[in-house]
């Protein structure tokens, strides 16, 4: 019988597809319900729900729970309704009644939020050290082959001359900038949204305060309808979060596949990091970045998902709500696998030497050369039709050895001590310490 239940069960085909792939998610789910419940039982004994001698009992049981947990030993037992209900057995298996006092002042609905936004926490951390993995190669890359000219293209067509230097920059910098709509992300999630309840309250004279500063997080929602109403709204927000990233690393490994093609042959990689064909002996496929190429694209279709579950729906808990986890936690997986993937490849890297020395792209320095006519006092109009018709007639001989570019962010001023600068703010604006110290002093460490 489920803990909610007062007589009749449910048909066994009910069951099956109200449950759906929960009990899957509740196992990564558990180490935070474990977490809530003993900041919640710390606020019940402050209330008078819980005496001094009970709250420690339930604290002693928490947190030996949760060392299972972390030990691979826990699961959720035939027959139980979820990793909730589990928690709940196991307190009033091993110390009696008190167990059963554990759940008075929440429900199942701000018990799972507070689940979840302790989960998007952690993962968002996790998200950003691969992040700041990637772009510390990057930076790196940048560095080292700022003088490795290639060309630059729009419309897929030859432009102007580029640098490996300046390429591997730009997706630093976007890194930056994906990192602030994380952050976004991270701040929702890092709203507490304990004593909700069912989303109006309770009765009790329940210390939203005391369980925001317990568990860390950096604010409260205090209006308790919103704080159901945030389910749903987190999630989409974290999706369109990680779409930016998933979108960035998505041209990388577009580029690179097109780099490594033998018209190009721009960039290349051990042979032991590429696959090779079944009855084509040359072949060396990317099948890596063909693969994060296409999962990418997969998170880049998330909040779109995630938009259409939360269509039509009113204020308030609905089941549908329950799908929201079989979109974002694989989701989660695969971005963080393809930032490592992304990382592991690029260390391994060739650049090409020399390329644009090749007088097949010439035409590249089209408008180095008009610049060049324009800073010896020709109109830029007559320089541009000049180095037109010099084209046009076959004459055109730029110098290919020299790009005299220096602004900001371009190739002879990369920037790179203000990208990077960009990139450690942004990673350090999530303030993890603060939430370490908090859930360390929860579990008495």
């Known amino acids: 019988m489920k803990i909610w239940q007062k007589a009749s069960g449910n048909k066994k085909e009910v069951e099956q597809f109200t449950i759906g792939r929960d009990p899957e998610f509740d196992l990564v789910l558990a180490p935070y319900d474990v977490l809530g419940s003993m900041a919640h039982a710390t606020m019940l004994e402050k209330i008078g729900l819980l005496t001094q001698k009970e709250n420690l009992a339930l604290q002693q049981g928490l947190k030996t729970i949760f060392e299972e947990i972390e030990a691979g030993k826990f699961e959720i037992g035939e027959g139980v309704e979820d990793v909730h209900s589990q928690v709940e057995f196991l307190l009033t298996q091993r110390l009696g009644p008190v167990g059963k006092k554990l759940h008075s002042g929440r429900s199942r609905n701000d018990q799972v939020l507070v689940d979840l936004k302790l989960f998007y926490r952690e993962a968002i951390r996790e998200l950003v ?6 772009a510390n190669l990057l ?17 897929t067509q030859l432009a102007m001359p580029s640098s490996f230097g300046l390429w591997f920059a730009s997706f630093l910098e976007g890194l930056s900038e994906d ?23 309770s009765s009790f004279p329940l210390d939203r305060t005391l369980t925001t500063q317990l568990l860390g997080f950096g604010d409260l929602h205090h209006n308790v309808i919103n704080a159901q109403n945030s389910r749903g709204k987190t999630e989409r927000t974290l999706a369109f979060a990680m779409s930016g990233i998933a979108a960035t690393l998505n041209r990388l ?18 042979d032991e990091l590429t696959t090779g064909s079944s009855i084509m002996p040359h072949k060396k496929n990317p099948d890596v970045f063909e693969l994060i190429r296409a999962k990418t694209n997969q998170i880049q279709a998330v909040p779109q998902t995630i938009s259409l579950l939360l269509t039509n729906s009113t204020t308030g808990y609905h089941r549908d709500l329950q799908l929201l986890k079989e979109e974002i936690f694989p989701a989660i997986e695969s971005l963080k696998d393809c930032l490592r993937m992304s990382t592991f490849m690029l260390q391994s890297i060739k650049i090409r030497k020399n390329i644009l020395s090749d007088s097949f792209y010439q ?14 006092g020709m109109p830029f109009r007559d320089a541009y039709k000049k180095v037109g018709l010099d084209i046009e007639a076959g004459t055109f001989k730029p110098d290919q050895s020299q790009v005299a570019h220096t602004h900001e962010g371009s190739i002879g001023n990369l920037n790179l001590e203000e990208i990077n600068q960009k ?10 310490e603060s939430i370490d110290e908090a859930i360390s002093a929860l579990l008495g460490k």
């Open 363 to 376: 035409h590249v320095f089209s408008v180095e050369v008009v610049n060049d006519l324009v800073l010896k």
């Open 129 to 134: 050290m691969e992040i700041s993995s990637l």
């Open 253 to 270: 490994a577009d580029d690179i596949c097109l780099f490594m093609n033998q018209h190009f042959a721009f960039v290349s990689f051990p």
């Open 179 to 201: 990192l602030q709509l994380l952050k976004t992300a991270f701040d929702l999630s890092n709203k507490n949204p304990l004593g909700s309840a069912a989303g109006y309250g």
């Open 423 to 432: 990139v450690q703010l942004a990673v350090n604006s999530f303030n993890f």
């Open 139 to 155: 930076a790196q890359l940048s560095e080292k082959h700022r003088q490795d000219l290639m060309p630059g293209y729009t419309h």
